[in-house]
């Protein structure tokens, strides 16, 4: 006989699972998109109950998500619901899992947009930078360049976090960019909080810049910040420079990027970067990873050839 819990609608089991589990455990950001999932359901399959949740009724909701959507945000949208479903299942109020061999579907993507410069490219990019004396956002294009700090890390760092002696930066909070009201708030992980090592100039550079600054307030805030202003900024000087427009974030991208082909490890590069696993690195600069593959296999091949 089937329990009365099981009869609930899925999307309103899904919203008290998020309340349960969720709320309060994962960053504002995040929870924002398991509101996102809970209002896709309720679109896609509002009078879906729990108890008719399997492999036919689950696959068709994933089918019907992807129509509008690509195949990793689709896999996104599978994570969120599989971690509720599967809980459902402990609980007994599903008798099968219904995600068991479920298949990923999505639209073609577009036209991607560049996420990344190559080395020339970047430099002509910091040659159209107007580096003065007063605090602007092309200090922080600079300091994201040089760095390869997430957007929000790099705008919560203030004097402190700078040990010019030793070179180094310490990465220990992020800023609330998002609320109206800003403030400080914890990195992204563990992982994320970090002793980033900076070159002698940047440091030459940075001392100069911030040494009549209040020490434990932000460098770059001065009243509300949008990513919008930023990236419009950098993509000005990418006009400029007549280079590929990137993001705020592809600025991030670039700085990963050209230290593997400088040939840093990917352990390093995630240590760098604040990832939480080496297999974040590997997934998210695959083409870079395929690409360094390849020049590898050629210097096997000229070696090889050489022993006879």
């Given at each position: ?5 099981s ?7 899904f ?43 689950y ?10 959507h ?29 995600t068991?061999k ?6 073609q993507?577009?036209?991607k ?21 007063k ?18 890390e ?10 010019f ?18 403030g ?25 810049l ?21 990236n ?6 990418c006009?400029?420079a ?15 990027s ?14 760098r ?13 695959l ?13 096997i ?8």
């Open positions: 006989m089937m329990s009365k819990k009869e609930e609608l899925f999307h309103e089991y919203i008290e699972w998020v309340e349960m589990y969720k709320y309060g455990a994962v960053r504002s950001i995040t929870l924002r998109k398991y509101y996102v999932t809970h209002k896709k359901i309720v679109e896609l399959a509002p009078k879906l109950a729990l108890s008719e949740l399997n492999r036919r009724s696959q068709k909701l994933l089918n019907d998500y992807a129509l509008t690509e195949k990793q945000t689709t896999m996104d949208f599978h994570h969120q619901l599989k971690g509720a479903i599967l809980d459902a299942l402990d609980e007994k109020l599903i008798s099968r899992d219904p068991r479920v298949v990923i579907k999505g639209k993507p577009g036209n947009k560049p996420k990344f410069l190559n080395q020339f490219e970047l430099h002509a990019l910091l040659n159209q930078l107007e580096l003065t004396e605090v602007t956002w092309d200090w922080l294009i600079l300091l994201i360049a040089k760095t390869g700090l997430r957007f929000s790099a705008l919560a760092i203030t004097p402190e976090d700078f040990d002696s030793r070179q180094l930066l310490t990465i220990s909070k992020t800023w609330n960019y998002k609320s109206v009201n800003g400080f708030q914890p990195t992204k992980n563990q992982s994320s909080k970090r002793k980033v090592p900076i070159d002698w100039q940047t440091v030459m550079q940075f001392s100069q911030v040494k009549k600054l209040p020490s434990n307030k932000p460098i770059f805030i001065k009243s509300r910040v949008f990513n919008s202003t930023v419009s900024c950098l993509s000005k000087h006009k400029n007549s280079i590929p427009i990137i993001s705020i974030h592809g600025l991030r991208h670039t700085h990963a050209l230290l593997l082909f400088a040939g840093v490890s990917i352990a390093s590069v995630a240590r970067l604040g990832h939480s696993n080496m297999t974040t690195t590997q997934q998210t600069y083409h870079v990873i395929h690409e360094l593959e390849n020049q590898d296999n050629d210097k091949m000229r070696h090889l050839a050489t022993l006879y």
